[in-house]
């Protein structure tokens, strides 16, 4: 069964600071992993998807990495700002077959202070 | 606005109480899903559908039923409500799922069971 892991739960940083975030997956052989954004009280917003055979995608701030064979994604938002205070989840989908009954990880929660 | 609206938003159960979440969609997508989030454990998905008519399990279906009488709405019953059914509970829709995944969500309903 896929598991997929966000550590730190949590994570506070100043301003300006690169932000990086880790997701990891137990079976390797995804379709496309998704990283969502949501904020409180509200749903949840797709940033970037990458699809199997991606190493990497980009949007603006934001350049979000996979590697399959390491079971690990890295989401990168650069110069951060108080607006990107959040939560960051990311989810994978395990085969073309199942569509959108994605598995997710449990998020990470992250402040930036001004 | 388009997109999916549930209601309620907050709802306080006694246990063994009854109730209905409702989720509706005005974007015409044939797909709809109900997932429960719990700190820390990322989105659960209960069941979903695929069309009018249609429903099927998720990953954790145990103590809730679905119905889906009309294409713009999805229906998550639960007939006898249990302290663990304490959650924040998303509603999602799309099309039919192809690379992009592209999943629109609800903005939660919270739901106490005391």
């Known amino acids: 069964k896929q598991e997929v892991t966000q550590i730190p739960a949590a994570l506070s940083v100043p301003e300006g600071e690169n932000l990086v975030l880790n997701c990891s997956f137990t079976?390797?052989?995804?379709?496309?992993l998704q990283w969502f954004r949501q904020d409180p009280g509200k749903g949840l917003t797709s940033l970037l998807l990458?699809?199997?055979?991606?190493r990497e995608q980009t949007s603006g701030r934001l350049n979000a990495s996979l590697d399959k064979s390491s079971g690990r994604s890295t989401l990168y938002i650069a110069a951060s700002q108080p607006g990107d205070s959040a939560t960051y989840l990311c989810?994978?989908?395990?085969?073309?077959?199942?569509?959108?009954?994605?598995?997710f990880g449990g998020g990470t929660r992250v402040l930036v202070k001004p | 606005n388009a997109g999916v609206t549930q209601t309620p938003k907050f709802r306080v159960l006694k246990t063994g109480q009854s109730m209905t979440l409702l989720c509706a969609q005005d974007?015409?997508?044939?797909?709809m899903y109900w997932y429960r989030q719990d700190p820390g454990m990322g989105l659960r998905l209960i069941h979903y559908?695929?069309?009018?008519?249609?429903?099927a399990k998720g990953e954790v279906p145990d103590g809730y039923n679905v119905s889906r009488l009309k294409k713009q709405n999805f229906l998550l019953g639960l007939e006898s409500a249990a302290p663990s059914q304490t959650s924040v509970y998303f509603c999602?829709?799309?099309?039919?799922?192809?690379?992009?995944?592209?999943?629109?969500f609800g903005a939660g309903s919270r739901l106490t069971v005391l």
């Open positions: 559908s695929v069309g009018e008519g249609t429903t």
């Open positions: 999602a829709s799309s099309h039919e799922p192809d690379r992009a995944n592209v999943l629109t």
């Open positions: 990458i699809q199997s055979s991606q």
């Open positions: 079976d390797s052989a995804i379709y496309n």
């Open positions: 989810a994978v989908r395990p085969s073309q077959a199942a569509g959108n009954k994605l598995t």
């Open positions: 974007m015409n997508h044939e797909y």
